[in-house]
């Protein structure tokens, strides 16, 4: 079945820096990977998308690359602010399956140093 | 729009108690789902629902049930109370493949 999951549990970057968060997934059939940032009680919020016919998509300071090759997917924080903070998830779903069920890594913790 | 809503915030039970954890979106999606997110943890589909009066299993449904009998309400049950359950438990729905999420409802059970 599918899995997916992050390489880092945590990941502290300075306010202005550039923040870099991975996930590896292992099912070949997933064919649309989301972002989601999740801040502290709250629920997740859909960051940015990108389907399998794409490598790269840029949203506003965020940008995902895809590489089917590997079964990596990584998502980029263009200068990082304080608000950034939060936990990341990736979701990887099978638009084939018809229920559009997706799966959820554990999740990457965005800290922000001021 | 309201989006996806649930209620009730928070909640602490006895073992053994029930309750019905309530789920309600106004995009008239067809898609809904119910996922519990333990500490440091992911999300884990407990069931989903593809439209009204059709729902499934996810990967943690045992100690729940669902019904949908709308589009817009997709109700959890849980029937008897188990520690196990304590958890922040997240609806979303879809209409094509981005969910979109509830605020979520802790659950405590002592």
């Known amino acids: 079945g599918e899995s997916v999951g992050l390489h880092l549990p945590t990941l502290s970057v300075q306010e202005g820096d550039n923040s870099i968060i991975n996930c590896a997934y292992s099912?070949?059939?997933?064919?649309?990977f989301i972002w989601y940032k999740q801040e502290s009680g709250k629920g997740p919020q859909f960051i940015i998308d990108?389907?399998?016919?794409?490598d790269k998509r840029q949203g506003q300071r965020v940008t995902v690359l895809l590489n089917k090759t590997v079964k990596h997917l990584s998502l980029q924080i263009a200068a990082t602010q304080p608000g950034d903070s939060a936990v990341y998830f990736c979701?990887?779903?099978?638009?084939?399956?018809?229920?559009?069920?997706?799966?959820f890594g554990k999740g990457t913790k965005l800290s922000v140093i001021p | 729009n309201a989006g996806v809503t649930q209620t009730p915030k928070f909640r602490i039970l006895k073992i053994g108690q029930s309750m019905t954890l309530q789920c309600t979106q106004d995009?008239?999606?067809?898609?809904m789902y119910w996922y519990r997110q333990d500490p440091g943890m992911g999300l884990k589909l407990i069931y989903y629902?593809?439209?009204?009066?059709?729902?499934d299993k996810g990967e943690v449904p045992n100690g729940y049930n669902v019904s949908r009998s709308t589009t817009e309400d997709f109700p959890l049950r849980l029937e008897l109370a188990a520690p196990s359950q304590t958890s922040v438990y997240f609806c979303?729905?879809?209409?094509?493949?981005?969910?979109?999420f509830g605020p979520g409802t802790r659950l405590t059970v002592l």
């Open positions: 979303a729905s879809t209409e094509f493949d981005t969910q979109y």
């Open positions: 099912n070949s059939a997933s064919d649309y």
């Open positions: 990108i389907r399998s016919n794409m």
């Open positions: 979701a990887g779903g099978a638009s084939g399956a018809g229920s559009y069920q997706l799966t």
């Open positions: 995009m008239n999606h067809n898609y």
């Open positions: 629902s593809v439209g009204a009066g059709i729902t």
